[in-house]
């Protein structure tokens, strides 16, 4: 037995030593943290959320151009909410009707990703509410005839004095032509 264990010893000692030098861990650098994007998502594919998650859209639109800019943010993740006037609403909500009493397909396919409110923003209350929501959304969408939200006391320098940050955009179906 005494053999035996010599000769493992001797075995193990003809065995070239394992390097025991550890080299400094490199720092990795991403090439997105380099170049001062966000760091991509760990999590699996479609997992990690929309593009606009986050993002709160106040929607003054109506008929087609407007509406499809918006529900294009919105399937993008953005919680879109659509300000309709009172009694009338999107004039799309009866156009094309194929429903008696339900709103017509054309106006569900276009808004059906959004929620809506009812304000009269010519009462002093539902000026009121309008301004809380400039305060608290990120976009506001447009596209009613030039000079239409400034009438309404929504002129570009009163939106930023209540909320700097907010981004606003016109949309026209139709240029003024050649």
Known sequence: ????????????????????TKRPAAKKQSAAASSGLPKPSSKPWGKAGKALDGVRILDFTHVQSGPTCTQLLGFMGADCIKVERPGVGDITRTQL???????????????GNKRSITIDSKHPKGKEILERLVKTCDVLVENFAPGTLDRMGFTWEHVHKLNPRMVMASVKGFGPGP
């Open 1 to 20: 037995m005494a053999s035996r264990k010599k000769a493992k010893t001797k075995a193990a000692a003809r065995k070239k030593p394992a390097a025991t």
């Open 97 to 111: 009707r194929d429903v008696k009493g339900a709103d017509s397909l054309y106006f569900t396919m276009l808004n």
